[in-house]
C-alpha cells in the first residue's frame, strides 16, 4: 500500500495528513491519467502493489509520476 503526501512535515496520523495539499495531490493524480496510470483520485485512499504488476509496470508508472510532478 501507499499514498503520496504533499506536505512540508512527517505524516504520521491523520491529524498529520490532513494538513497536506489534498489539490496538489488531486492534480498530480488526474496528471497521470493521461499516461495510462490510474492513480486514486482522493487522497486519503490507498494505491496497491500486488504481484500482479510486473517491473515494466512499475518503471512505467515511476516514470510517469516523475513526469508529473516535474510539472507541478
Do not use: N
Not at 29 to 53: D, N, T
Not at 54 to 71: F, P, S, Y
Request: hydrophobic residues 45%.
Amino acid at each position: 500500500m501507499f499514498t503520496l503526501f504533499f506536505t512540508a512535515g512527517e505524516v504520521i496520523d491523520f491529524a498529520s495528513a490532513s494538513r497536506s495539499d489534498t489539490e496538489l495531490f488531486a492534480v498530480s493524480s488526474g496528471g497521470c491519467w493521461p499516461r495510462g496510470i490510474y492513480l486514486a483520485p482522493a487522497q486519503f485512499e490507498a494505491g496497491f502493489v500486488s504481484f500482479a504488476h510486473t517491473d515494466q509496470d512499475i518503471d512505467r508508472t515511476l516514470e510517469a509520476c516523475g513526469k508529473v510532478l516535474e510539472t507541478l
